[in-house]
């Protein structure tokens, strides 16, 4: 067993090794974080999440669920982009965690501009894209869990009626989640994004000094937004009424500059948990200070919690975010 975990956790950091020196990458849209939860703690979370919203996070966390877990979410982005998200867990006894999920981004429209209409040809197109899948995690030990999230990817382009342009690829998440036994620490891995490059449909024209050089130039592939997240979380104070946690992330993307996030929730009675987190390592400090607040209460078929969260923009506008987070 303990030869198996190893395989588990170097196999995948051996494998981002050799994917994840491109420099670039499309479907960004994978990289607009998921949840008030871990967004509350500027994504210091890849140690933290044990229900559904995990799936978006560190798949390995959902097999901390032990009925079912339902997690609802909504982005407000900017420039009236929004991202809808839904996930769904069920656990099945000693066969695992099973999950669903979908998360869908829609651009809003905007009017079209061509190399020959620039000011506008009173054509309102829209930028689409989602990432759905299913999921699965378990304990292989007492200590250690292991979580997979297989996917499909798709981007829709605006259409034009000689090239109508869509992208859809498939790819994988995994993670791992360790209990260090010295307190409550808990240790997460996971890669985000893994798969095959990408390749948008239909032609376009190549433009050169204002003429076309050819009409039926074939769009080049583009690589995944691999992402590796490596975290640490615990509990540093705890009484009856009063809990405190903090947790520490390394988020090393394969298109961007590493960063480090630092993230705490307190939690008041069980009920109301207030966040707060800061990423350090990014150049602009968009969306680098985070906060968060969620309301909790249990029921007699479960608990709910409802969740905000507020992104700093810097010198680009405020990201809202709100969820809903059922346990059955």
């Known amino acids: 067993m303990k030869r198996l975990i190893i395989v588990l956790l170097v196999v995948p950091l051996l494998l981002f090794g050799q994917f994840a020196k491109v420099g670039s990458a499309g479907a960004k849209f994978l990289n607009i ?23 978006y996070w560190n798949p390995a966390g959902i097999a901390m669920v032990t009925g079912t877990s339902i997690f609802v979410d909504r982005v407000n982005h900017w420039d009236g982009i929004g991202v809808n998200s839904f996930a769904i867990t069920q656990a099945l006894g000693f066969t695992g965690v099973f999950g669903f999920f979908y998360s869908g981004l829609s651009s809003g429209e905007w009017e079209e501009t061509t190399a020959e209409e620039q000011e506008g040809t009173n054509n309102f197109v829209e930028y689409g894209a989602f990432q759905t899948g299913v999921s699965y995690a378990r304990f292989l030990t007492d200590a250690f869990a292991f979580g997979i999230n297989l996917k499909l990817v798709r981007e829709d382009y605006p259409d034009f009626p000689r090239n109508p342009r869509d992208v859809t690829g498939f790819a ?61 979380a615990m509990t540093v104070f705890e009484m009856e009424q009063l809990k405190a946690q903090v947790a520490v992330d390394l988020i090393h ?70 969820s809903v987070i059922l346990g059955l």
Do not use: C, W
């Not at 974080?33 to 799936?55: K, L, R, Y």
């Open 33 to 55: 974080g998921i949840g008030t939860h871990s967004m509350g703690m500027a994504q210091a979370f890849t140690a933290v999440g044990n229900d559904a919203e995990a799936i």
């Open 172 to 232: 994988m998440d995994v993670g791992g989640y360790y209990k260090t036994g010295f307190r409550d620490l808990t240790i997460g891995l996971s890669i985000q994004h893994f798969g095959a490059d990408l390749k948008p449909t239909g032609r376009y024209d190549d433009y050169e000094d204002g003429s076309i050089v050819n009409p039926e130039e074939e769009f080049e592939s583009y690589p995944l937004p691999i992402v590796f997240r490596g975290g640490l």
């Open 253 to 322: 993307p394969s298109d961007n500059l590493e960063r480090y996030a630092i993230g705490g929730e307190v939690s008041i009675l069980d009920i109301l948990r207030l966040r707060t987190g800061y990423q350090y390592g990014r150049d602009d400090e968009v969306g680098a200070f985070n906060f968060g607040v969620g309301v909790a209460q249990q029921t007699a078929v479960g608990g709910f919690e409802l969740g905000y969260s507020y992104a700093f923009g810097n010198y680009m506008p405020a990201i809202h975010r709100i």
